[in-house]
């Protein structure tokens, strides 16, 4: 996602949205913003939580039918392996993308690779499967993570909790 400022980003992203045949309501831009805002992965409960104090009324049944639509716009992905969403760093386009999670801080990279995606593809003709999702989720230890040690009482080196 670019660095431009918060309001700029939410109406480029609205543009992009409207290009593609949708409407961003109110209520969908909001979500929309608190996952730009936070740049990092959101349940949809936490989006509730951050919501409330802005429009007592969301509830999660609104804040689902938000995100429902935001994925389906291409603004938006959702992390099966966390259950959660996070902004789409590359909305200008549609993409297969490869997330990469960390099991330990929660950081996540979105990645497109040309050779994950031509890998994917040939695994699912190979295979005899029409791949309709071609979303690739890796989790491990970030970099910063795994360099983040600490000592032990009997010197073992371990990654800090």
């Known amino acids: 996602m670019t660095d431009m400022p918060e309001a ?3 109406d480029g992203l609205e543009a992009i949205c409207r290009k593609r045949g949708g409407r961003m309501t109110r209520q969908r831009r909001a979500v929309l913003g608190k996952l730009v805002e936070n740049r990092r992965p959101l349940s949809a409960y936490e989006l ?3 919501l409330r104090p802005e429009d007592a009324s969301v509830t999660p049944a609104s804040v689902y039918r938000c995100l429902d639509f935001l994925v389906e716009h291409g603004l938006v992905h959702r ?3 966390t259950r959660s969403f996070i902004a789409c760093d590359h909305p200008e386009h549609p993409h297969a993308v490869q997330f990469l999670i960390c099991r330990q801080c929660g950081s996540v990279v979105e ?3 040309k050779r994950m995606e031509a890998a994917t593809e040939d ?3 190979r ?3 029409a791949l309709d999702q071609r979303t690739v989720e890796l989790t491990g230890i970030c970099g910063p993570c795994k360099t983040d040690t600490c000592k032990t009482g009997d010197g073992r080196t371990v ?3």
């Open 111 to 113: 990645a497109e690779d």
């Open 123 to 125: 695994l699912g003709h």
């Open 127 to 129: 295979l005899g499967f």
């Open 79 to 81: 992390l099966e392996t």
């Open 159 to 161: 990654p800090c909790a």
């Open 8 to 10: 700029g980003l939410l």
């Open 48 to 50: 509730r939580d951050l």
